[in-house]
């Protein structure tokens, strides 16, 4: 169970390689995403907060990035965080998130990429439930349901 000292260490040291990268050009990433997809994914922008049914679903089932189908979150690890942003406590397995850290703000705050094609999906922060005490904060854009759907 990856904890926040751990998120950190990968953020500022490195992150555990993927099972495999998918890359494309831009040109394909447009033509496979829906406009607000591929902002939020391809150009690191964010949804607006609640503007997702997804944060109020709790049914059993897989999330998989949008842009390459790579599995990254199981349903039972999702919580209603308040924050208007689907929330998890963890990802499926350690190495199918990239952590880097991002200083656009006023505080340091440590971005989520799917590590397979590098999607801006959200942030991860240090304030989820035990026992990991972390919430990863995603875009409902950037995910998709692929299991019990």
């Keep these: 169970m ?3 000292g751990d998120v950190l260490g990968l953020a500022d040291y490195g992150n555990l390689t993927p099972d495999h990268k998918v890359v494309k050009t831009d040109a394909e990433w447009r033509a496979q995403l829906a406009p607000d997809e591929y902002r ?4 690191s922008g964010t949804e ?10 709790f049914q ?12 990254l ?19 499926l397995t350690d190495n199918v998130i990239a952590y880097h850290g991002d200083n656009s703000l006023a505080s340091r705050r440590i971005e989520t990429v799917c590590n397979t094609c590098d ?8 304030d989820g439930p ?5 919430r ?14």
């Design 73 to 91: 979150f199981d349903a039972n690890e999702k919580f209603e965080s308040g924050t208007g942003w689907p929330s998890f406590t963890q990802p």
């Design 48 to 57: 607006r907060a609640f503007s997702s049914e997804m944060c109020s679903l």
């Design 40 to 43: 939020v994914t391809r150009q």
């Design 136 to 149: 990863y904060c995603m875009n409902a854009v950037a995910l998709k349901k692929v299991e019990g759907q």
């Design 119 to 126: 999607a801006h999906l959200g942030h991860v922060f240090p």
């Design 2 to 4: 990856l904890k926040w």
């Design 60 to 71: 059993p089932g897989i999330y998989a990035c949008v842009c390459c189908g790579t599995r």
């Design 130 to 134: 035990e026992p990991s005490g972390l």
